[in-house]
């Protein structure tokens, strides 16, 4: 009979892909071993021709649901191997063999998933042995990533190995028809992970070492959220900030001791019912709501009529979108089950941290600065560790598929696709080593690539790491790195970074540049952000790029972030941008718009004009004679043209928000309010403001760098650039102000000039230059409202709407675009190191 090896590639351990293949040669009489090794999952199977073409057929067709099937290659084999005549003489002639670790680690490894609707009802089934325990999984779903030390992965290769399983659990483990077959991180009371449980000012620890102690924790942790108390509760990727999040006083006092003044929690809710007795849930947000990643999914808020349903207007004051995630774990089923008995119905679920600190992952450090702190009243942790950091990721439904916020728990570490360079860089190293992409500041997130024998490449995003500027963040960025490195056998040969001078991962790139002599590729923000979006649309060769964010070093020394540019992957034209102005104090801008809302009506000599009196009266002389010193004489006052800033200086303007407690909070409170006037009268009867002045200018050149390995040799120099210039908007939106139009309306009509300016841009640069493709990127597009409105517009003008999905549309996705870029400028030619 015919004799062949199998080789399947892809994401095809820890998600039962062994005991799948197991049930499958066996149903067909197919002799054989499956195993584990670095490269994926090994087959050797011989039978009749019939059988073995069904098998390999149900490989790709029937896959467990967690599986992600890449590549099934099938290689005829001489003969019977002895592992396999030893296989033969078993049971049904097909076995499961130890994993070997001799191969390349190359495989992929499956994200967290979230509980099954089978370990679900065994939890809540009083019949059942794992009836109530907080760590019920089977190879379906449960801990994969977080607990993955190394590959092959196995359970002594996860932070399970402390754990060695009982006689009933290792019984499933080896029954090859058990829904626990070969899931290693498969456990009960008797052997397993246990909870623990201390308080402040207690010095005994409890330990949830059986059902009745186990439930005893999580009554008492109902307990004290029953009371208003705030608890650190430990989950997949690290700590959560817990609290009752119908309890005004108790939200109130988590800001406080968290120092989080205004910026929205997240809140967790048992079931979809209750996601949409809150808000307005559409298919598109049920399905991703109930996805295996369990994201925080933001949504609408809807008309409250059920008083239990009701939440602490500190929840997310002023804001019309909540984020609602369902639970994911065990534990989070169990304690969602017992603070309902208490008419608790929906948690506060946010980031167990401090500042801009990483997420706590391990128990005694989250206990000296969650606890000991005063930050939480109690914690409960458990015994089995965390090994990597993984926060909750955060996603808004549409139609056309979900626009990532924050990649993280549930999404990383899948990969993402690079396509193969293009076909005229003949002199491309073969293969291209292997990129590290640093990506930026804020939101950081890092990415390595692998290239494939196909000439793509697989990219790995970290989990999303956070606000690089402190020693613990870095620390973070660090570990994420040396984990992914170590994990997927990948030593970086190549560096991507942002250009900007000051950025820590930046910085540190450029240092092992020069210590190891690896070529450095520094990557303009806003073509890494429009890359990004070209990197998932692989057909798309070359795009109209709407890069609009906060902040990104721009290559003439200003802050860009209103960007139109021509963009390839290797390269782009900056062939438009918004009209310049100065923001005084820089940093201290952000913080403070106003002093942007001043600095942006002296660029265009509305200062005197009536509607701005009221903006000048709040913020008072001496710091108005301050900041005007400061642009006019362009004291630490750099150039920008950054939506971002302009959102954040209308919103200063208009009074809706003056200070910013966490980053975007202007432009924020700005989108909420035109949301209000959306959902009124106004939406059918809109305010038009005078439209954007556009008009073609002689170009300034850009003054940068220009070193061979910098990929500013990538800009390609334009005679003539596009101003999107806001000065006919913001005077008519003075002069509504001064004749007291409703602040409502006018943010609306702020956000509709912005999207018609855009799309216009749009269209004049695609005309000119025949290119009928537009990529969104940057921070601002998370912007519902203004993000609607340009793909709306766009269509009306027959233009293409390219929207990122895979990576976030922010900073998060900056690694990416990076990654991509680096990869065709390595194809291109040799790029040097750092000297």
């Known amino acids: 009979m015919p004799h062949v090896h199998i080789h399947v590639t892809g994401i095809v351990q820890g998600v039962g892909m062994r005991p799948f293949v197991y049930r499958e040669a066996v149903a067909r009489d197919i002799a054989g071993w499956v195993r584990n090794a670095g490269d994926g999952v090994h087959i050797e199977a011989q039978g009749t021709a019939d059988a073995l073409a069904s098998f390999t057929r149900a490989l790709r067709a029937h896959a467990p649901a967690a599986a992600r099937i890449e590549n099934v290659e099938v290689s005829a084999l001489d003969g019977m191997s002895a592992e396999t005549r030893c296989a033969a003489t078993g049971g049904h002639g097909f076995s499961i063999l130890a994993s070997t670790v001799e191969t390349q680690r190359s495989t992929l490894v499956s994200p967290d998933i979230a509980i099954c609707d089978d370990c679900l009802n065994e939890l809540f089934d009083e019949r059942d042995r794992r009836f109530h325990y907080p760590f019920i999984n089977c190879t379906n779903c449960g801990p994969r990533f977080t607990i993955t030390r190394a590959l092959p992965y196995d359970r002594a290769a996860t932070s399970m190995a402390p754990f060695p399983l009982c006689t009933v659990c290792a019984a499933e483990y080896a029954n090859p028809a058990d829904r626990r077959f070969h899931a290693q991180p498969d456990a009960c009371f008797a052997c397993g992970p246990h909870l623990t449980w201390r308080e402040a000012g207690k010095t005994d620890t409890l330990l949830g070492s059986d059902r009745a102690a186990s439930d005893a924790i999580i009554e008492r942790c109902c307990d004290l959220l029953a009371d208003g108390r705030v608890v650190a509760i430990k989950g997949l990727g690290g700590f959560h900030l817990a609290c009752n999040a119908a309890d005004d006083e108790a939200v109130r006092a988590l800001r406080l001791r968290k120092r989080r003044p205004r910026k929205p929690f997240a809140i967790m809710v048992a079931h979809l019912d209750g996601a949409r007795r809150l808000c307005r849930v559409d298919d598109a947000a049920a399905r991703l709501l109930g996805a295996p990643a369990r994201p925080i999914v933001l949504l609408p808020r809807a008309p409250i009529a059920d008083s239990r349903a009701a939440l602490a207007p500190s929840i997310a004051p002023g804001l019309p979108e909540l984020g609602v995630m369902l639970p994911c774990t065990p534990l989070q089923q169990l304690l969602l089950a017992a603070c309902h008995r208490r008419g608790i119905d929906a948690l506060v679920m946010t980031s167990g941290n401090a500042g801009s600190e990483p997420i706590e992952i391990d128990d005694e450090s989250a206990w000296e600065h969650l606890v000991s702190t005063g930050m939480a009243d109690a914690l409960m942790g458990n015994d089995r560790a965390v090994l990597v950091r993984a926060d909750d990721s955060v996603a808004r439904a549409r ?179 918004l009209a310049p102005w100065r923001l005084p104090g820089g940093a201290a801008a952000v913080r403070d718009p106003r002093r942007n809302a001043v600095a942006l009506l002296h660029a265009h000599g509305l200062l005197d004009h009536p509607g701005a009196a009221g903006l000048l009266d709040r913020l008072g002389p001496d710091a108005y004679a301050v900041i005007l010193r400061m642009v006019e004489r362009s004291v630490n006052s750099p150039l920008t043209s950054s939506a971002g800033r302009l959102l954040d200086a209308v919103s200063a303007l208009l009074g809706i928000c003056e200070d910013a407690t966490y980053e975007g909070e202007p432009a924020c409170a700005l989108e909420a309010a035109a949301w209000r006037a959306w959902r009124s009268d106004a939406a059918a009867h809109p305010l038009d403001l005078p439209p954007f002045g556009l008009a073609w200018h002689t170009a300034r050149a850009d003054t940068g760098s220009t070193r061979r390995n910098q990929i500013i040799v990538g800009e390609r120099p334009v005679s003539t650039r596009l101003v999107l210039d806001p000065a006919p908007t913001l005077r008519g939106l003075l002069d509504a102000r001064a004749a007291g139009a409703d602040v409502d309306i006018l943010a609306l009509a702020f956000h509709r000039a912005l999207a018609h300016a855009a799309c216009e841009a749009a269209r004049q640069v695609g005309g000119r230059t025949r290119v009928r493709d537009v990529a969104l990127g940057g921070g601002v597009f998370m912007n519902r409202l203004i993000l609607d409105a340009v793909c709306t517009g766009l269509a009306a003008r027959n233009l293409t709407a390219l929207v990122p999905h895979a990576a976030p549309v922010n900073d998060g996705g900056l690694a990416y675009g990076q990654a991509a870029v680096a990869r065709a400028r390595l194809a291109s030619g040799p790029c040097e190191p750092l000297s």
């Open 399 to 577: 139609a056309d598929g979900p626009l990532l916020v924050r990649r993280a728990r549930g999404y990383a570490p899948l990969p993402l696709p690079l396509a193969a360079p293009d076909a005229a860089f003949a002199g491309a190293p073969a293969p291209l080593p292997a990129i590290l992409a640093c990506g930026g500041q804020q939101k950081a997130v890092l990415a390595l690539t692998r290239e494939r024998p196909d000439g793509t490449a697989a990219c790995f995003l970290s989990p999303h790491i956070g606000n690089v500027d402190g020693c613990g963040a870095l620390d973070a960025w660090h570990g994420a790195r040396m984990h992914l490195e170590e994990l997927f056998d990948l030593r970086p040969r190549a560096l991507a970074c942002d250009l900007h001078p000051s950025y820590s991962a930046s910085q540190w790139a450029r240092e092992q540049s020069r210590a190891t002599g690896a070529p450095l590729v520094e990557v303009q923000h806003h073509h890494a952000h429009i890359a990004a979006v070209l990197a998932e649309h692989p057909d798309v060769v070359r795009a109209v790029g709407l890069a609009f964010d906060g902040t990104g070093a721009g290559t003439d020394g200003a802050i860009w972030g209103g960007e139109v540019l021509l963009a390839t992957t290797d390269g782009y034209a900056r062939m438009g941008s």
